[in-house]
Each structure stands twice: as structure tokens, then as C-alpha cells.
């Protein structure tokens, strides 16, 4: 990732509003990242004859990013709705391949 200039540093809303598209960049590129993790956890599970939805994990990665979402300072509930899109997301995109739910 490209080294941010500190928020404090940017002197005029277009030089902030760069400093936000680097960082989203970088968030979807995370995200991506992640969906890496899924397509592996896909394969996993059908070795293991496992279902897409395993509830108390889905609850332990909320539980997990609230805690961190607070710790960050940021609104735990916010963390915990969009986490949840991506649980749902990425737990839709298991079960096509795996042919569950």
C-alpha cells in the first residue's frame, strides 16, 4: 500500500479525497485477498464433507471484529452489519460450489 498522508497533513478536500481512494483501493484489494481465503475453505470443506454455514463460526468472526472494531475506535454494530454481508457473501458463494443451503 501506498504510505498515507496523514489526514491532519492534507491541506484541501481534493488532496483528502486522494488520500480516501487509496485507501478503498486498498480495502478492496483486501477483500479480494480474502475471498482467496473462501475459494480455500471451499475446497476444505468438500474434503471434509462440511456445510457452507457453520453458525458458530459465523458468530466467532462477529464476535472477533467487533471487539476489534472497538479497539479501533470505530461503531462495533457498523463493523458487525457489514461483516455479516460479507459472512453472508462469501457463505453463498460456498454452497454454490459445494451445493448446500
Known sequence: MKNLISPIDCASMPELRVEIDHLDRFLVALLAKRATYIDRAIELKQINGWPARIPDRVEDVVA???????????????????????IDWSIAREAQVIGDE
Open 64 to 86: 472477533k471484529v467487533r471487539e476489534t472494531a472497538k479497539a479501533e475506535g470505530l461503531d462495533p454494530d457498523l463493523i458487525e452489519r457489514l461483516w455479516r454481508e460479507l
